[in-house]
């Protein structure tokens, strides 16, 4: 049988992946997600066994349990939990050492109560079986390794990310990592957070195919009432770099009974596949890319300087624009200062000063018009919303 070496949303759709996937998750309890964890390793298996000989490739089935406190929106919680199971593979050429730094992409395979979860997180689910699959059947052999980790507790506080990082022999050796989510069912996939530092969001734009990502989005990101698994990585128990990439649009069907395979866009799960191997094959060609003990070793001068966040948001998905803080200041410094004087300028050169009052008054009068429109394109969609909730009774228009 021939092997497709590019990424096939097809076999998602339709064929191994997505519709299987949430076949199975959609069984209510720990039976659901027993017979979701044997699927996913079922493939894996059948992966390792056609692997060419370049490859070394692993695969764990783990349970994991702990105990740990955060803060989430406001309060103290305190969690507990065991036998979680944890699917895991690490793809390597023959020659790798078990300690060199590695590429972790993540991904859940536990959805809501009641949720077939075919968005969150069915389909991050199959496109990881479909880049782990393409790894494989394309002859690429990654320079470092890549460690896919199917986990199976994310919607209860992140506990099959937090089993991970605090227990597996492999949790040192990552050096960057892809976090795959979604809260809708389509559009293209919005790196919504990046970090610590900002080589991981230069490597995005440097590699994605279709790149979409804003800066900005990061700064709205904690307003959201939830989380992911990118916060257990990045910041509270492995400071490692990496991205945070998830669906937005069709966010009506998050968490919900809606969440199918129908409502899923063959092209959007094209485009997060296309990316992903993108990305995933810089990552690994990347200078930056170091294990836990390395980026001990630089010291905290090193660190410090990795957490300068860069500015950067894309131009329809066509490419990204990215720059340092530092340049910031400057290049949107000067357009504020034209903006403030050259009203003043223009008028003084013609006029002379008896006119900088009537400037000065012009100039407020466009600063309060400009903040009218801010105030009112956030006020109009709330009212509107506000209004149908009023005529319809219903939260969702559905």
């Not at 075919?118 to 990881?128: K, Q």
């Not at 919607?155 to 949790?171: A, D, P, V």
């Amino acid at each position: 049988m021939t092997m497709k070496s590019s990424f096939d949303f097809t076999r998602l759709s339709w064929g191994i992946g997505i519709g299987a996937v949430v076949e199975h998750v959609l069984k209510i309890g720990r039976q659901g997600l027993d017979d979701a964890a044997q699927y996913i390793k079922t493939q894996l298996d059948m992966m390792k066994e056609r692997a060419g000989s370049d490859f070394r490739i692993e695969i764990e089935d783990t349970t994991v349990n702990g105990t740990f406190n955060m803060m989430f929106l406001g309060y103290s919680i305190s969690l507990g939990y065991k036998n979680h199971r944890n699917i895991i593979m690490r793809i390597s050429s023959v020659g790798s050492q078990d300690n060199d730094p590695s590429v972790l992409v993540n991904g859940h395979f536990d959805s809501p109560l009641g949720s077939p979860g075919a968005g969150d997180c069915g389909s991050c689910v199959a496109s990881m079986l479909e880049i782990a699959r393409l790894t494989v059947d394309s002859g690429w052999v990654p320079s470092r390794p890549i460690i896919f980790l199917f986990n199976g507790a994310e919607e209860l506080f992140m506990l099959g990310s937090h089993g991970f990082m605090t227990s597996h022999k492999w949790r040192d050796t990552i050096g960057a990592f892809i976090n795959v989510e979604a809260s809708g069912t389509r559009g293209l996939d919005l790196v919504c957070q990046s970090g610590p530092g900002s080589w991981p969001s230069l490597v995005y734009a440097q590699s994605a195919l279709y790149p979409m990502a804003n800066s900005a989005a990061q700064d709205v990101f904690p307003v959201i009432p939830g989380d992911t698994d990118y916060r257990i990585f990045a910041n509270d128990y492995g400071k490692i770099p990496g991205l945070d990439v998830i669906f937005l649009l069709g966010g009506y069907f998050y968490h919900t009974s809606f969440d199918t395979v129908e409502r899923l866009l063959p092209g959007s799960i094209q485009v997060r596949g296309d990316n992903l191997f993108s990305v995933i094959k810089a990552f690994t060609n990347s200078s930056k890319l170091q294990n836990a003990l390395e980026r001990e070793s630089l010291g905290v001068a090193a660190n410090e300087s990795d957490n300068e966040r860069a500015v950067f948001f894309d131009y329809l998905a066509w490419f990204l624009i990215f720059y340092t803080r530092k340049q910031a200041v400057v290049l949107h410094s000067i357009p504020v200062a034209i903006y403030l004087f050259m009203p003043f300028l223009l008028r003084l050169a013609n006029d002379g000063l008896s006119c900088s009052i009537a400037t000065f008054y012009d100039f407020i009068k466009g600063m309060l018009v400009h903040a009218t429109g801010i105030i009112l394109a956030a006020l109009f969609p709330v009212i509107c919303a506000i209004l149908r909730l009023l005529v319809t009774g219903h939260s969702m228009n559905w």
